[in-house]
């Protein structure tokens, strides 16, 4: 089973994503922060990472960077709220 990292700082959202792929036959990890996925990444391999670019503290770039640095490979997702106009 595909196992997915999703962060994602905002509770409500996190749940809904979470739960949607969870129905959809994923294994689904949900966390609010990036601390809190690197930490997770410790434990767990996962298949994926959907991760919120504006999170507080450590932006999904930021985010971005370390997981390169524990895994070149892992395919990373952004998603937003943010609209480009």
Known sequence: MVCIL???DDVQFNKIVCSYLSESGYNV???HSAAEALEQMEKISFDMIISDIMMPKVDGYKLLENVRQLDKNIPFIF???NAIA
């Open 79 to 81: 998603m937003t709220a």
């Open 29 to 31: 990890v949900g966390c």
């Open 6 to 8: 999703l962060v994602e």
